[in-house]
């Protein structure tokens, strides 16, 4: 579980990012953090993953305050996280089953060899059996962002962290990634948090999705309801027109 409580972040008295944001994430749940560029939907996973911090608030994640862990309790927290990145990620100068193994070598001591058996069962999870040999450039942009995400659940993470996950790929790429982030959610039933301003990934990702306005977020929506929502600055959001408050 995890539940943001009160969280407050400001650059100085005129420049406020989040004032009193608040928000609960059960076990299961696929969320989507949605708003406008700059708004801080990014930050919120930073925050999560304890690389940034707010100035004041909790960030309780299986009761544990990101805020207050010492480096040691923060990389072991770490552990049941697992992030896709908007560019992948990936080390150029390793192989395919190298990258997705690199989390294994580094954190539990396995080795390449000792690997490979769970490297082909994620890579046949995101749909990518054979590529173990490749290096990085050798792969389109979608089939990066798959081994990308491959390496994100290798360690079995209760929890994987997207941020833009289907940002510059062209919509039959957009399809495949979506496609996957679906089926791991239903394989692993992984709590999961997508942040997004694609439409086609927000509605077919998630089961709640939260909006980003005025330095905290909105009562939430679903697939079913935000096409149909009375808030006007979601209705402004999805339809591509101007949002005048940010």
Avoid at 86 to 111: H, R, V
Avoid at 129 to 157: C, F, H
Avoid at 184 to 199: A, G, P
Wanted: proline share 4%.
């Amino acid at each position: 579980m995890i539940e943001i409580k009160e969280l407050k972040k400001e650059f100085s008295s005129k420049q406020v990012l989040f004032d009193h944001l608040n928000l609960t994430i059960n076990s299961g749940d696929k969320i989507a953090i949605i708003g406008p560029s700059g708004c801080g939907k990014s930050t919120i996973l930073r925050y999560l993953l304890g690389t940034k911090m707010p100035d004041s608030g909790q960030i309780l994640i299986d009761g544990q305050d990101v805020t207050k862990l010492k480096s040691r309790d923060l990389l072991k927290l770490r552990l049941n996280m697992g992030m896709l990145f908007q560019s992948a990620a990936l080390f150029d100068s390793l192989s395919i089953e190298e990258n997705i193994a690199f989390p294994l070598i580094e954190n539990y001591g396995f080795s390449l060899e000792s690997s490979i058996n769970k490297v082909n069962y994620v890579l046949e999870l995101v749909g990518l059996e054979g590529v173990n040999k490749k290096m990085p450039y050798q792969l389109s942009g979608g089939q990066q962002k798959r081994v990308g995400l491959a390496r994100a659940i290798i360690t079995e993470p209760k929890y994987i962290f997207y941020d833009e996950p289907t940002t510059g790929l062209d919509p039959v790429m957009s399809t495949n990634i979506e496609n996957v982030i679906v089926r791991l959610n239903q394989v692993m039933n992984i709590t999961s948090i997508v942040v997004s301003h694609q439409k086609s990934t927000i509605l077919r990702t998630a089961d709640k999705i939260f909006m980003v306005h005025n330095h905290a977020l909105l009562e939430p929506e679903t697939p079913d309801t935000i096409e149909h929502t009375d808030n006007e600055i979601i209705q402004s959001f999805m339809r591509g027109t101007e949002l005048n408050a940010q």
